[in-house]
């Protein structure tokens, strides 16, 4: 059982080049997320999925898109990467909206914007 | 809104020294859940424990031990005899269970770098 698997692990980008951060889980959760991670800042979401074709904003959207065409898979992409955009990100989900299920977090992924 | 404030940012132990990390929170709801993280200098993020807002029970997990006092809106983590293991960023987070987008969203705090010296 995987869990939740994120690809890259590491990543470097010039600005304004785009790119997708992926998440897969395969523990059948309908509840997936996206959160930022910077020093000082604690996580931030970014963006969240109650399930497959919903999604919504979190805290920080702005700079990022996600969509989600199957339980499994939640990517986060970026149209047009900047520098304020460097920091490591991590997807996590859920099998219950309110907290009781617990969350399982990917292992993350750093990206750098040059 | 929901908040939750970590005032620790940085604690440094001695080996076998009893550590409290402290956390408060702030919510609206009657019902929440209450987590708490560690973060090792690998990157990634392990659960240690969940708590309901109904359950003020504290518990101990091995050397690990959780205070929840609804009464101060505090989760305070004890780990007892620290090991250098121990050292890692530790996270306390929020879950509001009450109705509308918020609870599908764990409001962390800026966690507590812990280290622990030989």
């Known amino acids: 059982n995987a869990g939740v698997t994120q690809t890259p692990k590491f990543q470097v980008l010039k600005t304004g080049q785009s790119m997708t951060l992926q998440c897969a889980q395969d523990?059948?959760?309908?509840?997936m997320s996206w959160y930022r991670q910077d020093p000082g800042m604690g996580l931030r979401l970014i963006h969240y999925?109650?399930?497959?074709?919903?999604?919504d904003q979190g805290e920080v959207p702005n700079g990022y898109n996600v969509s989600r065409s199957t339980t499994e898979d939640f990517p986060l992409r970026l149209l047009s990467a900047a520098p304020s955009q460097t920091s490591v990100y991590f997807c996590?989900?859920?099998?219950?909206?309110?907290?009781?299920?617990?969350?399982?977090f990917g292992s993350g992924t750093r990206l750098t914007v040059v | 809104a929901q908040k939750v404030t970590q005032a620790q940012t940085e604690i440094s132990v001695v080996e076998k020294e009893d550590v409290t990390l402290d956390c408060v929170y702030e919510t609206r709801d009657t019902t929440y859940y209450l987590f708490w993280y560690k973060q090792p200098p690998s990157g990634e993020l392990v659960f240690l424990i969940r708590?309901?807002?109904?359950?003020?029970q504290n518990e101990i997990s091995g050397r690990y031990s959780w205070n929840f006092q609804k009464s101060t809106s505090s989760f305070n983590f004890t780990i007892t005899a620290s090991q250098v293991v121990d050292s890692a960023v530790y996270f306390c987070a929020l879950s509001e269970a009450g109705s509308g987008g918020s609870n599908y969203k764990l409001t962390f705090g800026k966690g507590t770098l812990l280290t622990v010296n030989p």
């Open positions: 996590a989900s859920s099998y219950a909206p309110r907290g009781w299920g617990g969350y399982t």
């Open positions: 708590r309901n807002s109904f359950d003020e």
């Open positions: 523990m059948n959760h309908e509840y």
């Open positions: 999925s109650v399930g497959a074709g919903i999604t």
